[in-house]
């Protein structure tokens, strides 16, 4: 069974940093992708940011290129988001999913979510 926690949420003030972290177990291929999706206050749940588990393929939406940067560590089983240059807008809960990057953005593949961790940008 495929169990996804995220962690690293917090409070911090505009222009700041976050590292928000998604710890993957169960995945019983070593070819798998997981994904960072978003939900604001009173918005729908979007795709912020994907990697394949070799890291040579990844996504990243238009309102967090140069900002965000995803990477997973060595024994695959941890999935990073790097935050800089945070906005209030950025402001959401941030889920880690079973996701593959594509030109259009991240596709989900399994209906598995975490629990979420909420960042919160003061302006």
């Known amino acids: 069974e495929v169990q996804l926690v995220e962690s690293g949420g917090g409070l911090v003030q505009a222009g700041g940093s976050l590292r928000l972290s998604c710890a993957a177990s169960?995945?019983?291929?070593?070819?798998?992708?997981i994904g960072w999706f978003r939900q604001a206050p009173g918005k729908g749940r979007e795709g912020v940011s994907c990697?394949?588990?070799?890291?040579?393929?990844?996504y990243y939406a238009d309102s967090v290129k140069g900002r965000f940067t995803i990477s997973s560590d060595n024994a695959k089983t941890t999935v990073y988001l790097q935050m800089n240059s945070l906005k209030p807008d950025d402001t959401a809960v941030y889920y880690c999913?079973?996701?593959?990057?594509?030109?259009?953005?991240?596709?989900?593949?399994?209906?598995?979510w975490g629990r979420g961790t909420l960042a919160t940008v003061s302006s």
């Open positions: 999913a079973p996701a593959m990057p594509t030109q259009q953005g991240c596709h989900r593949y399994l209906e598995v």
């Open positions: 169960g995945f019983t291929d070593d070819d798998y992708a």
């Open positions: 990697v394949t588990s070799s890291g040579g393929s990844t």
